[in-house]
């Protein structure tokens, strides 16, 4: 019998996804967070998890080492899904990403002199291409976390990051300048997988797509 696996992070995106996996029968035996396994059994013996970094989803779906993976967009945006089949928006670990400054930071007129603006972001291509579209010239400055400090100490004039509910911006003094696109996860799924084992993959996907729509649904109203 042919088997499943599926790559997801912990955290919030493994919070919000066990809902959804539950309604395809699938939890996991042990609780991610605070196992020490890497790969997990689950309660369907045919699938089992991956809990890796939420920007190596892509990886190890790209490879074929997980069948199925769950990412958000803004991962999958920065990395380009070549070789991914992207078929569900699951609707969960919402968020936006936007570009943000100091509150005493004229971003406007900044913008508006054409002068360079210094960016930080762990965001590099997904800030280029933003940017470039828009005909602003950026110096742009990798990091991989903590974007939030760098206006503050002058690192850059402005940052590439994802925002939820807007507190850390809050409490850090800064403001939201643009929207540089809305996030969700997407469930990814490898091609040859999907060819190979479709018998297996394609129930999951209508009980997990079935069971973000009803989420959704309940959101709504
Ligand atoms: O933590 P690690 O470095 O391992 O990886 P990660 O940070 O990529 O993983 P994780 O679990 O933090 O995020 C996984 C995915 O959740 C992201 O790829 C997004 O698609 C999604 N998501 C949804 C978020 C947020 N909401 C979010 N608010 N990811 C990060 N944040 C951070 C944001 O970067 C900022 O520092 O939360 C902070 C802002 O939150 P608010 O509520 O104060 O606005
Ligand atoms: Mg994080």
């Not at 769950?70 to 936007?98: F, H, K, N, T, W």
């Not at 005909?135 to 690192?155: F, N, Q, R, T």
């Not at 850059?156 to 939820?164: E, K, R, W």
């Not at 297996?200 to 109203?221: C, D, K, N, V, Y």
């Amino acid at each position: 019998m042919s088997r499943i696996t599926i790559a997801l992070s912990k955290g919030r995106i493994f919070t919000e996804t066990a809902p959804l996996l539950e309604a395809a029968g699938i939890r996991a035996t042990e609780d991610p967070e605070r196992s020490r396994k890497l790969v997990l059994a689950t309660s369907r013996p045919e699938v089992d998890l991956v809990v890796v970094r939420a920007s190596d989803v892509p990886t190890y779906v790209r490879y074929g080492a997980a069948d199925l993976g769950i990412a958000g967009l803004d991962v999958l945006r920065e990395q380009g899904s070549d070789g991914l089949y992207q078929p569900l928006d699951l609707g969960i670990a919402r968020c936006r990403m936007m570009v943000a400054v100091r509150e005493d930071f004229d971003y406007l007129r900044a913008v508006s002199r054409g002068g360079r603006l210094r960016v930080a972001t762990k965001y590099l291509n997904t800030a280029r291409e933003h940017f470039a579209a828009k005909g602003v010239h950026v110096d742009l400055i990798k990091l991989y976390g903590s974007m939030e400090l760098a206006p503050l100490v002058g690192l850059a004039d402005a940052i590439v990051d994802l925002v939820s509910t807007g507190n850390t911006l809050r409490a850090n003094h800064l403001t939201e300048v643009e929207e540089i696109m809305k996030v969700s996860a997407r469930l990814v799924v490898n091609q040859a997988s999907l060819k190979l084992k479709r018998a297996l993959i394609e129930p999951l996907l209508s009980a997990i797509g079935g069971a973000s729509a009803r989420e959704a649904g309940h959101a709504a109203a």
